[in-house]
């Protein structure tokens, strides 16, 4: 079982002189391109609520899982990314990287056995081909374990479905994928289960051709039944 369980934190929006914000689904292609663009993906349960600065810079505030922040414009530099518990003055983890020049990139926070950590991901600044959206998953169901993903379009159901990606194990970040932009179900599995009792189905999810998103997967939290749940990110457009 995981440590001390949180609920859902709001991510606040900080506006300061030396980072601007990338709002709700603005296009990355409004940047200038001598900045390079940064987020906070908090994906841990084991975290407190965080702040997260990139050198003295803050691009998050009080945040917890499961939350994409918005993009915040910074000067490209070799810099670490560091995360405090809300309202301390000491990093409780770091990571350091190249943020490079007219790019996206992701903090990703997680979970690990004895507490979280942070890792940097690079995000797709471009557009998919035309016609299709982007899609990326990162596997962070730790209790749930690997996991089948099936995207089904109008009213399909499982039977005789071929997963998208299959056995999908924890702590997986999946490259892009191409599909057809169009209105579909995510159903996510346990891996190698088709039971209906024990997937995850969401919401009709309209994906709109030129999108770029990352679709965060984790344990439900007051439930078993869907074991898992989802929050999506609009990485592009």
């Known amino acids: ?11 606040t929006t900080l ?4 980072a601007l ?6 296009s990355v292609q409004n940047s200038s391109p001598a900045q390079t663009m940064v987020r906070v993906i908090d994906a841990s349960w084991n975290a407190p609520p965080v702040d997260v600065k990139i050198g003295t810079t803050p691009i998050a505030v009080n945040i917890g899982a499961a939350t994409f922040t918005n993009y915040a414009f910074l000067p490209p530099e070799n810099a670490t990314a560091y995360v405090y518990r809300t309202k ?4 409780s983890a770091s990571v350091a990287g190249n943020l490079l020049v007219a790019q996206q990139h992701s903090v990703f926070i997680t979970d690990t056995s004895n507490g979280y950590q942070a890792t940097l991901l690079t995000d797709q600044a471009v557009t998919p081909p035309a016609g299709y959206v982007s ?4 596997q962070q169901a730790v209790r749930t374990g690997a996991v089948d993903l099936y995207l089904l379009a109008g009213s399909g159901t499982l039977a005789g479905a071929k997963p998208l990606l299959k056995d999908v194990t924890t702590g997986t970040v999946s490259g892009y994928l191409n599909v057809q932009a169009g209105s579909y179900s995510l159903v996510i599995a346990p891996a190698g289960d088709t039971n209906v009792k024990d997937v995850y189905t969401s919401e009709s999810l309209q994906f709109t051709a030129g999108q770029v998103r990352s679709v965060l997967i984790m344990d439900a939290q007051l439930t ?4 898992v749940t989802i929050a999506i990110g609009d990485d592009l457009n």
């Open 15 to 18: 506006l300061g002189l030396s």
């Open 1 to 11: 079982e995981l440590g001390a369980r949180r609920g859902w934190w709001a991510a």
């Open 88 to 91: 301390t003055t000491t990093a």
């Open 135 to 138: 899609l990326r998953f990162l």
């Open 224 to 227: 078993t039944n869907p074991p």
């Open 21 to 26: 914000w990338l709002t709700g689904c603005q």
